[in-house]
Nanobody, 122 residues
Framework: QVQLVESGGGLVQAGGSLRLSCAAS????????MGWFRQAPGKEREFVAA????????YYADSVKGRFTISRDNAKNTVYLQMNSLKPEDTAVYYC???????????????WGQGTQVTVSS
């Protein structure tokens, strides 16, 4: 069992930056691939980024590639999402999720956090 708690969301102007954190409980965090997803009002949940259990492989949605960076610190049981050059269309609730391997589909992740709101003003 893994419990995930996101933090770091907030209100930022377009062009600004935020860093989201996802703290995980449990001693097996390092064995899980981690993903970030987001859901805007009235829209379906979408994949943002994912990272392998070792941190050696990362994956991004085209819409965030070059602006967002996913990373993890297995010693701290934490995964991060550094978001730069934010745009109003990045506004959403951001969720972290854990799975046995990297997937682009959220339905294949086993554990989810409660989400953190990111709002980007124009």
């Amino acid at each position: 069992q893994v419990q995930l708690v996101e933090s770091g969301g907030g209100l930022v102007q377009a062009g600004g930056s935020l860093r989201l954190s996802c703290a995980a409980s449990g001693r097996t965090f390092s064995s899980y691939a981690m993903g970030w997803f987001r859901q805007a009002p009235g829209k379906e949940r979408e994949f943002v980024a994912a990272i392998s259990w070792s941190g050696g492989s990362t994956y991004y949605a085209d819409s965030v590639k070059g602006r967002f960076t996913i990373s993890r610190d297995n010693a701290k049981n934490t995964v991060y999402l550094q978001m730069n050059s934010l745009k109003p269309e990045d506004t959403a609730v951001y969720y972290c999720a854990a799975s046995n391997t990297v997937y682009y589909s959220g339905s294949l992740y086993d554990y989810w956090g409660q989400g953190t709101q990111v709002t980007v003003s124009s």
